[in-house]
């Protein structure tokens, strides 16, 4: 198979163990080796099953390790294959054991050289590994043995495979290729009956980042058709785990140091091979940290969303960087507040947001769970990294510090985690500011950290604590946002006059979650109350504070008792004095509940439902549109709906409704038929709407929805009566109020509510030009009283001194009223007030 055709050649149907030698070399040039061909590395290809058996052993595996298959199947694979031992003293004769084949496996040279073949056998790893070992074969001289160790999943009884390969043939690569044991990369082994299929070929490029997704779904394709492993090899994919070139540099350095001061001693010149070969491991060390950093760049910031960047910095290092990542946030930024000020300290609360292992799963969980805050003392590398922003290497923790660490944590012991693993904290900054930072560990078995871990920590944590603060601060505009929209928005009481009402709010889902959508409810006199609806068009800070300003001028007029078209029609000529960007739709409603009828008026609004109590029919109500707040120049027309007691009125926003790609009709048919559904509360109506709406998909814009139930009034808790101008009305005014609150069982109320309303009347008659004064008492939850007479001018509340004989009058209704007002209206004024009732 030539380097141009073998990743798209076919496996040839077989057996898993066969189709493993076949496909058991590596696209490489290789040359003194009589077994290999061109453009092909030999690959022992090792199959163990669950019992630490070996199920499978290639013809490579007999050629690299001098064991026959038929010996081979069967034996435990941790007596035939290159595992960590003793190295035997340099001086010692080398002995061969007694194992088949009788090659001797000459194990321990480790440093640097990452965890041991055992590791994998005997379940001490659940991730990709991959080292170094040297053995001693018969008929042969030293082999230097490159192998990877994949852990196999799914229900078959094959736990691992092992792929070995001669470092020696790798090295007699021509000067082109001198690099190129570093892109051998066995790709893959899983099982056939894998269950997620669609899953597996989706994730494939997370493990070789190289790959595309149209390719590893040809990969797990072959793998169902064929039933058994596939292996795939490439020239330019890479493990997540590679052998000894860029992590074992000291043992190369010390080799290449010895074998130079061999031949300085023997008065020879230092072959330029070795300096090559030094320049190149170099070299490959730092083009594959570059590649992890890049791929790890690529991984990190796919969202504004604070909490998924923390899980995704501390996903991207584990397990190829790091076996355990614990991420550190300072409490502001978790908080999404401003910047934080000043250096940490030992006072400084820091909040553990993300945890990342490769251990069994709840093995940490309990010990040290995510979410958890807790300050740092400044004896711990914690500390130390935090207030100088630097990383902090432990190249192993030892007793003495794993025991200062544990002490931070009451009542748990997390030394067994800690001691012994190599660690490595990097600070997490932005703008010079210290965010948090991430404790790295390493397993006991695996290399520590050294040097050049430490400076590509700091670049990562460097790239990691940029794309966290761009989180942050979104978090932290949104938040003001958020907190801005919230301060404009209304708290509606519950139960108004003669209706309840309910009301929900729901954010946009775009990157600009803040709009202009508002509700509102405003009290008005004769029990009245205004309903309003509005969505300023676009997003953001501005929509949100034009929202703000246009509901406080609906509220301002709201009170002055205008009719809605003409509501509308100032609330748009103000619009257009804020600026050309001032655009908004409204949907003003005024109910009365004594008369039972809806006035209501419409700017480019949707159009609102009318819930029927008599037989649960729903309608959408046919009004005047109008145009939108703010383009001037057209009229608002007003229409009065009769209603009775219990029918409900759903008012919402466009956002509701409205799907790209779909009708708006379509969303309206749905409000209909969701407001119609029975509720056992009004929460529980709104709760179906949202629902029936929300849950279709392609919302974007931010929801208002207000539902109000309008219960009425009913006549007989109404009472209305008129007095001609003649000051001695006042006493039978104050009669007739006694007199019928007795006749509604209120006789406790009828002393403060006499003398008020006697202030009133005197007020009224002494002011009025010719009409009767009016009084109406209503009952409900409160008791209120109006007085209404001809004069347009509204009453002041004034200090009056001991020997004033005005402005008592308002002084008394303020001080026993539970709250009162002044409005004007069609003929006059109205004042009122409200007097609480005594619970039953």
């Known amino acids: 198979m030539d380097r141009g055709t073998e990743r798209d050649a076919p496996f040839s149907r077989g057996t898993g163990g066969e189709a493993a030698d076949r496909a058991g070399r590596a696209p490489l040039r290789a040359q003194g080796d009589p077994s290999a061909d061109a453009g092909r590395v030999p690959l022992a290809v090792v199959v163990v099953d669950r019992e630490g058996l070996v199920s499978h052993w290639s013809s490579g595996a007999r050629r690299l390790f001098g064991v026959g298959k038929d010996e081979a199947i069967g034996r435990p694979a941790i007596d035939l294959l290159p595992v960590a031992g003793a190295l035997p003293d340099p001086g010692d004769d080398l002995l061969y054991d007694d194992f088949p084949g009788g090659a001797y496996s000459e194990y321990g040279a480790y440093d640097g050289l990452g965890p041991g073949l055992d590791s994998s056998l005997d379940r001490g790893l659940g991730y990709p590994a991959a080292g170094r070992a040297r053995l001693t074969v018969p008929e042969r001289d030293r082999v230097d043995v490159l192998w990877w160790a994949y852990p196999l999943v799914g229900p078959g009884t094959e736990r691992l495979l092992v792929l070995a390969a001669d470092a020696a043939v790798l090295r007699q690569e021509e000067p082109a290729d001198a690099l190129a044991v570093e892109r051998v990369a066995p790709g893959f082994a899983v099982h056939t009956d894998f269950p997620g299929a669609e899953e597996l ?3 494939l490029p997370e493990i070789l980042p190289s790959m595309s997704v149209g390719e590893s779904a040809r990969i797990v394709g072959q793998i169902l058709e064929l039933g058994y492993p596939v292996l795939e090899f490439s020239h330019n994919d890479r493990v997540p785990v590679t052998p000894d070139w860029g992590v074992a ?21 230092i072959p330029d091979q070795l300096a ?29 969303d604070l909490s998924r960047t923390v899980v995704e910095v501390s996903r991207a290092v584990v397990p190829r960087f790091t076996d355990v990542a614990g991420t550190y946030l300072r409490e502001q930024v978790v908080a999404g507040e401003g910047f934080p000020d000043g250096v940490p300290d030992t006072t400084t609360m820091w909040h553990r947001v993300a945890l990342e292992h490769t251990d069994e799963p709840g093995r940490w969980d309990d ?53 012994g693993r190599s660690m490595l904290v990097v600070p997490l900054k932005a703008r010079n500011v210290v965010l948090g930072f991430m404790i790295l560990l390493r397993h006991p078995e695996r290399v520590e950290f050294n040097d050049m871990d430490r400076v590509t920590g700091a670049e990562l944590a460097a790239r990691a604590g940029l794309v966290l603060d761009n989180a942050r601060m979104y978090t932290y505009q949104e938040s003001v946002a958020e907190t801005l929209q919230d301060s404009m928005l209304p708290h509606i009481p519950r139960r108004m006059a003669g209706c309840d009402i309910a009301t929900r709010y729901l954010p946009g889902t775009l990157l600009g979650r803040i709009g202009g959508d508002w509700f509102d409810a405003v009290k008005l006199h004769g029990a009245r109350t205004a309903l309003v609806v509005g969505d300023v068009m676009g997003h953001g800070l501005n929509s949100a504070a034009m929202m703000g300003q246009l509901r406080t001028a609906v509220q301002t007029m709201a009170a002055l008792d205008l009719p809605p078209a003409q509501l509308l029609r100032n609330l748009d000529d103000l619009a257009q004095r804020l600026g050309d960007g001032y655009l908004a739709t409204c949907l003003y409603a005024v109910y009365d509940p004594i008369a039972g009828e809806l006035h209501l008026a419409n700017a480019g609004h949707i159009p609102p439902v009318l819930v029927r109590a008599a037989d649960g029919r729903s309608e959408l109500l046919e009004l005047p549109t109008g145009a939108p707040i703010g383009v001037g120049g057209v009229p608002f027309e007003a229409v009065r709906v009769p209603v009775a007691p219990g029918d409900r009125l759903v008012m919402c926003t466009d956002g509701l409704v409205e799907m790209r790609g779909e009708d708006i009709g379509v969303g309206l048919a749905t409000l209909c038929e969701s407001a119609a559904h029975p509720a056992a ?53 104050r009669a007739a109020v006694r007199e019928q609150l007795h006749a509604w069982g209120l006789g406790e109320s009828a002393g403060p509510a006499e003398l008020m309303v006697s202030e009133l009347v005197t007020n009224a008659l002494r002011h009025s030009r010719r009409s009767p004064v009016a009084v109406r008492l209503v009952r409900g939850d409160t008791l209120l009283c109006e007085v209404d007479d001809d004069d347009h001018e ?9 020997g004033d004989e005005v402005g008592r009058g308002l002084r008394v209704v303020s001080t026993l009223a539970r709250e009162w007002g002044a409005s004007r209206t069609r003929t006059g004024k109205s004042v009122w007030f409200e007097l609480a009732l005594p619970r039953r």
């Open 367 to 419: 010990v040290v769970p995510v979410g958890e805050a807790m300050p740092f003392p400044a004896h711990t590398p914690f500390f130390q990294c935090m207030t100088t922003g630097e990383p902090v290497l432990v190249p192993r923790i030892d007793e003495q510090l794993g025991h200062a660490i544990a002490s931070q944590f009451d009542k748990r012991d997390i030394r067994p985690l800690i001691t």
């Open 276 to 304: 090559d070969e030094g320049d190149d491991l170099e070299y490959v060390a730092v083009r594959e940290r570059l590649e992890f950093l890049n791929e790890v760049s690529g991984r990190i910031g796919t969202s504004l």
């Open 681 to 733: 509360s009004m929460d529980d109506a709104c709760d179906t709407i949202i629902r029936a709406l929300n849950t279709r998909g392609g919302r974007k814009d931010d929801v208002a929805l207000l539902m109000a139930r309008l219960g009425g009034i009913a006549p007989q808790d109404v009472a209305e009566r008129r007095f001609p101008l003649d000051p001695a009305e006042v006493g039978r005014a």
């Open 249 to 269: 540099r000291r043992v190369e350095r010390r080799e290449r140091r010895e074998h130079a001061a061999r031949a300085a001693a023997e008065g020879l010149p």
């Open 794 to 802: 509204l009453p002041t509340l004034l200090s009056a001194g001991p």
């Open 201 to 203: 070929a989706r994730r």
